[in-house]
């Protein structure tokens, strides 16, 4: 079984910042590629950044220049720093995973975390 645990969500004020942490722990026997993802309230989930194993990023354009993503391969961990936050950022925020179980199925499952609220006030 894997678990992805969020911590840092808050509340914060237009133009603060926040920092994101994403845990993976579990029957883990190799990880791809780490995420983060937003839903805000009626709509969808949406892809915010990405990281995979070798670094390689990706982010949301609307977030771009303002949130970084970083990763600890050995820790398992994924981190999103958010800077110049804004009302429209408010969602609960996901930590996604690309896992392999076990290396006798070699193909990776994708696993959420159960979400953190991030607030940014107006």
């Known amino acids: 079984q894997v678990q992805l645990v969020e911590s840092g969500g808050g509340l914060v004020q237009a133009g603060g910042s926040l920092r994101l942490s994403c845990a993976a722990s579990?029957?883990?026997?190799?990880?791809?590629?780490m995420g983060w993802y937003r839903q805000a309230r009626g709509k969808q989930r949406e892809l915010v950044a990405s990281i995979t194993r070798d670094g390689s990023t990706n982010y949301a354009d609307s977030v771009k220049g303002r949130f970084t993503i970083s990763g600890d391969n050995a820790k398992k961990m994924v981190y999103l720093q958010m800077n110049s936050l804004k009302p429209e950022d408010t969602a609960v925020y996901y930590c996604?995973?690309?896992?392999?179980?076990?290396?006798?199925?070699?193909?990776?499952?994708?696993?959420w975390g159960r979400g953190t609220q991030v607030t940014v006030s107006s």
């Open positions: 996604n995973a690309g896992v392999m179980v076990t290396y006798s199925n070699p193909s990776y499952l994708g696993y």
């Open positions: 579990g029957r883990i026997f190799s990880i791809n590629a």
